[in-house]
């Protein structure tokens, strides 16, 4: 399928979706919003992709909204944006495969809403992040403030949102918001490195283990428990387990594609 906004790439079992509009950042518009929920879904749909992995041409990963087609926004019009917004950053969270933000510069905004929405978040060196929102006089439209104060904490949220600031990738590591910093130069080599080894799991053991982390955020200890002993069952069931000991046992890689799940 034909995007206009993005560049989609395979890499072996890595599907790596780029957004591009460096001459405006990657800054987020209505467009935008539309065909990234309508990549991941494909990527998702994709028998041969594994892992997703999203990242920005240019200089920026996505440097926020679309400032200059938000700007003459009616309160109803930016209703709606927001939820546009929110309702393709939750189909990334849905996405039943692991899914990498390969933050390679500016994540301001929108864009570290959008990076939030991933399972993990890769940043060059050289990256920036922040909600810098309140200096324009508006706040997070896409979800950004609740998927913040879980990712860092209160106390840190609340700095983030309420200054404005900007941090540097390894003060976002410090504070949890990033998983690991790569150096610029290889940057994005390391992150297919680590992708790989992600994409090399078991599909439906990945697939189940993103579905009981969201139990356990949304429902807390004792419904998790109750579904993690029903996808434990599920995995045996599957063969994929059986595939997975079996190759240990033997010594070799897993061949999960002779699994018939």
Do not use: H
């Not at 899914?99 to 500016?106: K, L």
Request: proline share 3%; hydrophobic share 45%.
């Amino acid at each position: 399928m034909a995007y206009e906004t993005l560049l989609i790439e395979k890499d072996g079992n890595l599907g790596i979706i780029k957004i591009n509009r460096p001459k405006a950042m990657n800054a987020l518009s209505t467009q935008v919003l539309n065909e990234i929920r309508r990549a991941f879904l494909d990527m998702e749909d994709d028998p041969d992709v594994a892992c997703i992995v999203l990242t920005g041409e240019g200089k920026a990963f996505v440097a926020g909204a679309d400032i200059a087609e938000m700007k003459d926004y009616s309160g109803e019009q930016a209703r709606i944006f927001s939820e546009n917004g929110q309702d393709a950053f939750r189909t990334i969270e849905r996405i039943g495969k692991p899914t990498i933000a390969a933050v390679n510069g500016f994540a301001l905004g929108g864009g570290l809403e959008l990076a939030m929405a991933c399972d993990m978040r890769f940043a060059s060196e050289k990256a920036k992040l922040g909600q810098p929102e309140v200096t324009l006089g508006v706040i997070p439209g896409f979800n950004g403030t609740a998927r913040l104060r879980r990712l860092v904490g209160e106390g840190n949220a609340r700095m983030l949102l309420f200054t404005g600031e900007m941090i540097k990738a390894q003060d976002a590591l410090r504070m949890g918001l990033v998983q690991i910093v790569f150096p610029e130069e290889s940057f994005m080599e390391d992150v297919k490195e680590k992708a790989k080894l992600i994409a090399s799991r078991g599909p439906l053991a990945l697939r189940l283990m993103k579905k009981l982390m969201s139990v356990n955020a949304e429902l807390g200890m004792e419904a998790s428990a109750t579904f993690e002993a029903m996808a434990f069952g599920s995995c045996f069931a599957s063969g994929e387990t059986k595939e997975g000991m079996t190759a240990f046992l033997d010594k070799r890689p897993p061949d999960w594609k002779s699994v018939r799940l």
